[in-house]
């Protein structure tokens, strides 16, 4: 005989099988949770929660690139920004960007609300800045 009867012997058990062949898949799962999801998760919470601090007198970039200064909370959900001296516009809170400075809560003896950060002026700071040293001087730096 040229064919050899033993066919169905080939079939196994498909027990472990199975548990091997999704294997692969959740570990993908896995990588995406920990490299994507959880770091995405974490900037929605961190941008959530600079929204709601937001307070007058803070120092703000749009998502549109405008920079401009909180006058007033307008509710949940709009703030009031000056653009230049006289212009103002509202802006919804959740299309503020980042907080380039911001105030202090004003004393009880009326002093004058000062900039909480140590960046000084008009300097941003970034995550990648204050880990390479952005803080630092350059010899190129005017005073």
């Known amino acids: 005989m040229l064919i050899s009867p033993a066919y169905a ?14 294997l692969p898949i959740i570990l ?3 990588v ?11 900037k929605v919470k961190m941008h959530r929660e600079m929204v709601q601090a937001l307070r007058r007198g803070d120092k703000v970039v ?4 405008l920079i401009g200064t909180v006058t007033k ?7 009031q920004l000056e653009l230049a001296e006289g212009v103002r516009v509202r802006a919804v809170r959740h299309t503020i960007q980042d907080v380039m400075s911001r105030t202090e809560a004003a004393p009880n003896k009326g002093g004058a609300p000062k900039a909480a950060n140590d ?19 350059r010899p190129n730096d005017k005073p």
């Open 28 to 30: 993908i799962f896995v």
């Open 9 to 22: 012997q080939a079939a196994g058990g498909g027990g472990a099988d199975l548990f091997t062949s999704f």
């Open 119 to 137: 960046a000084g002026g008009d300097k941003p700071k970034s995550i990648l800045g204050g880990l390479f040293g952005g803080g630092a001087k």
């Open 73 to 79: 909370v307008l509710s949940d959900t709009e703030v």
């Open 62 to 65: 749009t998502s549109g690139g």
């Open 32 to 42: 995406f949770y920990f490299l994507l999801i959880r770091p995405q998760q974490k």
